[in-house]
């Protein structure tokens, strides 16, 4: 499911649960939802059982039905999020046609700050949900792993580009400066928007990008 701006998990519709395995997935799903928008709109100290079934329109014993307990389910709705934005940007990658490791590399900050995933739910949420990284260990050891696949794809995406322009850089080194840009920006955006713009940020990324491959000699 792609994370979308302010919208809980529809419960009604041709696409509702037919199964118990469909209606577990729809309800955990619900959940993790109901969590994200809840991190979002009230921030970690006022989440709440009360105020992640609310957003969920689930009943409090759901979670427990689902979930080992409250710090569990936040980290399992950290992933969710994580792994949402991340399949999101892909299908903005394959929209925009991106043929080679260049081109899919570049429209990488296109689609993170595009209107569509650098939303105010979106930002509001990864805020809270790092700021818990430093409370909860599963938050903390769910961001490690993601950020290590995160780091492995985007250094395979550097190696292929310059391989591409015909030499070698260091790949490893150029996709942990492309990501401390992009998460700085999306950081910086999320506390004080009017400082710059998405297409500004965008286009910092794009500028990195082309100065790391430019530099291969």
């Not at 299908?91 to 991106?98: E, I, P, S, T």
Request: with cysteine; hydrophobic share 40%.
């Amino acid at each position: 499911m792609a994370v979308t701006d302010d919208k809980k998990p529809a419960r009604k519709g041709p696409g509702r649960p037919r199964n118990q395995p469909e209606i577990n997935e729809f309800r955990r799903r619900a959940l993790m939802e109901g969590t994200i928008q809840s991190m979002a709109e009230n921030g970690v100290a006022f989440t709440t059982v009360q105020t992640i079934c609310e957003a969920a329109g689930a009943s409090r014993g759901l979670i427990g039905h689902y979930f080992e307990n409250k710090e569990t389910l936040v980290a399992e709705s950290f992933k969710h999020l994580f792994e949402s934005v991340a399949d999101h940007v892909a299908r903005h990658v394959n929209v925009l046609g991106a043929a080679t490791a260049e081109e899919r590399l570049k429209a990488i900050p296109v689609a993170l700050f595009s209107k569509d995933v650098f939303t105010p739910r979106n930002r509001h949420a990864f805020l809270s949900f790092w700021h818990e990284v430093r409370f909860n260990d599963l938050v903390r050891k769910a961001n490690r792993e993601l950020y290590r696949g995160y780091i492995r794809r985007t250094e395979a995406l550097f190696n292929d580009a310059s391989v591409e322009r015909g030499a070698a850089i260091d790949s490893r080194r150029a996709a942990l400066g492309l990501i401390a840009l992009s998460d700085g920006l999306w950081l910086g955006l999320s506390i004080h928007d009017r400082v710059l713009s998405p297409q500004q940020a965008t286009d910092l990324c794009l500028l990195f990008i082309e100065e790391r491959l430019a530099s291969i000699q």
